[in-house]
């Protein structure tokens, strides 16, 4: 079996395979690793370091007709898409839960896809689940993005000019990209803050040295896989007042709560931005989506009101290098469970893993989650 690595089209700076992981697919006895000419590039990798490595630096056209399986970060542009023969696998992180003309057009084209952002959260996907790797990058970005930003030290000083109090950061939700950005913002000296509905992030907040901002009354649904779900609107209520008064006190918020398949609720309203202290910043991670701040802006940074706030859905873009190594870590550990001994594609669609993340086959959309909102559309 051969895989190919197309480059990305648009700002995204990562790559799915790096050199490095062509001696992982060779354990797993694939054939060839083709990457598109520059693909690399962005994220620090040469053509050269891929050829050092053992992979085979082509064009685009030589690379769709010869790989058997067809590797991205995001979905490849339409452009490319229209390229692909029908035989051929798809595996990235297509975002299909935000955007359902992705699945429509995978299956008007008749292609088998495997989009890993919906890889089902079990123990046994972790090694795989793309979501929780570029998580991390994201919210260890946001801090050093804010801190940047911020007309202050994070960190306590003691100086002869007198002691410097550190800055006040909350993080609103506790889940992978919150937990890594509470971690970052605690190493860097600042007294943080988290806020969830979840309250199984509490023990993980306090943790990692942060105060758990608890709101009474939270629908913690287990059916949900471990993600946030719609709160009823008294909660809601009892929600914006006390995050109201905690980012009124921040130096820094940053946001990251999302719900799948949703709107990202709004958490931090335009009045809450107003009174805000002048020169605190906002870094929301959910902008793409909405996001939980009023004033976001989808990748921008703006000032309002003396308060900066940076949109950016794609922080680990920024750290295209680690985030590209541990992206095709990923997908190798995906590989391993539809790849027989001897280097063949063997999709086993009664393995709920391989189910779960599958996007479209035969015309048709696999995955429960898209179908169901597609039907609901």
Known sequence: MIIGVLKEHGDENRV??????????????????LVEKGAGNKAFFSDDDYTKAGAEVVNLDDLVQKADVIASIHKPSDEVLKKIPKDKILIGNYGPLFNLDIARQMCDLGLTSFSLDLVPRTTRAQAM??????????????????????????????TAAGTIRPSKVL??????????????????????????VRLAAKEEVLSLGAKFVEVEGATDDV???????EQTEE????????????????????????????????LVP???????????????????????????????????????????????????????????????NFLKIVVDKEGQLNLNFEDELVTGSCLSHEGNVLNERVKNILEKA
């Not at 009045?271 to 909405?290: C, N, R, Y």
Request: charged share 20%.
């Open 129 to 158: 689940d793309v979501l929780s790797s570029m998580a991390t990058a994201a919210g260890y970005k946001a801090v050093l993005q804010a801190a940047a930003k911020l007309p202050k030290f994070f960190p306590m000083f003691m």
């Open 235 to 266: 909660y809601k209520k009892r929600q914006s007042e006390l995050i109201k008064e905690h980012a009124e006190n921040a130096d820094v918020v940053i946001c990251t709560a999302q719900i799948p398949g949703r709107k990202a609720p709004l």
């Open 16 to 33: 799915a395979f790096t050199p490095e992981h062509v001696a992982g697919l060779e354990k797993l006895k694939i054939e060839k690793l």
């Open 171 to 196: 993080i609103l939700g506790a889940g992978v990209a919150g937990l890594q950005a509470i971690a970052t913002a605690r190493r860097l000296g600042a007294v943080v803050e988290a806020f969830d």
């Open 223 to 229: 059916s949900a896989g471990g993600y946030a779900v």
């Open 270 to 332: 335009k009045e809450t931005v107003e009174k805000m202290k002048p020169g605190s910043v906002i870094v929301d991670l959910a902008a793409s989506t909405g996001g939980n701040c009023e004033v976001t802006q989808n990748d921008k940074t703006i000032e309002h009101d003396g308060v900066y706030v940076i949109g950016d859905s794609n922080l680990s873009s920024s750290i295209a290098s680690d985030a590209s190594k541990m992206f095709g870590r990923n997908i190798i």
